[in-house]
């Protein structure tokens, strides 16, 4: 499932962002059961790594906006166990000296179909799911699209939207 991806499009024109500058999206991808051997059942740690979308900002404004989707639903292909080790090993190489998905890069993604909130971790799952940080995607706006919590009563079916702007964005 890809979100409406119009807000994308936006962003751009807000930071005037314009021709062949290059724009692109980062999101998260559920590697459970995509990594050989696949991770074993009640497994609670990370098990997601992120993907990336390029494409020039006069792609993203001026093309339909379900060639963008479509993008996106493709580059899901490329997640694959050599691309989650060696996302792994460049992490490791270049920890400490800051990772980030580039100066123009926006981060969004669903978090609901990640398993975060299905955990068992003994007593039952997660009251609520929330990212620890912004800079999990390596974007400096990323936007999460997060399960209801289930202390919501009656709200299982919606979900919760959390968003990071630049402050120059809000003005």
Known sequence: MVPNLSFLA???KAFEIF?????GFAYSINIRKLVKPPLPVGYWGNGCVPMYVHLTAREL??????????LIKKSKYNATD??????IDFQELHYEKGITAGARVSGFTDWRH???STVDFGWGGPVTVVPLSRHLLGSVEPCFFLPCSSASEGKKD???VLVHLQEDALQ
């Open 61 to 70: 404004v001026e093309q339909h906006i379900w060639k963008t989707a479509d």
């Open 82 to 87: 050599d691309y989650v080790r060696s996302y």
């Open 10 to 12: 936006e962003g751009v």
């Open 19 to 23: 021709g062949d500058e290059n724009v």
């Open 114 to 116: 990640l398993g975060h």
């Open 158 to 160: 919606g979900f919760k």
